[in-house]
């Protein structure tokens, strides 16, 4: 079973410049989640789809980020236009059903954002 | 910080010993998950413990539960210089569907 794939792995932009993430979650995983860890502080949540809506986006930082899961399967995370602070890994997860919560969740490699 | 705290941020053992770092956190949980984090690599799910367990053990890890102190402590056992990375606790909490991590500790083990 594949994982949770994550691209790019690396992304280097300057500041004001748009760039989209993708998650591709595991197969059947109606759950996704995104979360980010900006300069070695927390893990912290971003938002939570069960399959194409929004269940929870009260981790978006701002209105500069946009979430989107069209079809249910794979996820965007867009992020314009692009600050400083906005360095940081960002990390996807997906679970079966609401089973993440009792069984684990599985993360992809993460995507490794520097504005400059 | 979300939820958690860790102790130590960062811990340097030789190979062989064992490693404990803790976690704390502030509200009332679901279950509380262990991950760990190698170098320029994702999130792996180490070990789950539900709000009515205590103890549980998966190989050579040692997970403790007290949620009367909302504590938490991980234990490795005769570490290797592959447990070099850093290890993150973290909480579901009652009612929600989402993880709230803690702060992380570095560990660090010397061959």
């Known amino acids: 079973e594949a994982g949770v794939t994550q691209f790019p792995s690396h992304s280097v932009i300057e500041k004001g410049q748009t760039v989209t993430l993708r998650c591709d979650p595991i197969s059947g995983h109606d759950n996704l989640y995104w979360y980010r860890r900006v300069m070695g502080k927390e893990i912290k949540f971003l938002l939570h789809?069960?399959?194409?809506?929004?269940?929870?986006e009260s981790g978006m930082p701002n209105n500069r980020f946009l979430a989107e899961r069209t079809g249910g399967t794979y996820s965007t995370l867009k992020v314009q236009p692009a600050e400083l602070e906005d360095s940081g890994v960002y990390f996807c997860a997906s679970s079966q059903e609401n089973l993440g919560g009792w069984y684990g969740y599985t993360f992809g490699s993460g995507t490794r954002l520097t504005v400059v | 910080s979300q939820q958690g705290e860790e102790d130590p941020q960062a811990l340097s053992i030789q190979e062989g010993e064992n490693a404990t770092m803790n976690c704390s956190y502030k509200t009332s949980i679901n279950n509380l998950q262990w991950y760990r984090q190698n170098s320029g690599r994702g999130l792996v799910h180490l070990i789950l413990i539900r709000s009515n367990e205590r103890e549980k053990h998966s190989g050579r890890l040692r997970v403790t539960l007290d949620t009367s102190k909302k504590s938490s402590s991980l234990l490795i056992t005769a570490s290797r210089a592959a447990d070099t990375a850093s290890y993150f606790c973290?909480?579901?909490?009652?009612?929600?569907?989402?993880?709230?991590f803690g702060t992380g500790t570095r560990l660090t083990v010397i061959p």
């Open positions: 973290a909480t579901v909490q009652t009612g929600a569907n989402n993880l709230f």
């Open positions: 789809f069960v399959k194409e809506s929004k269940q929870d």
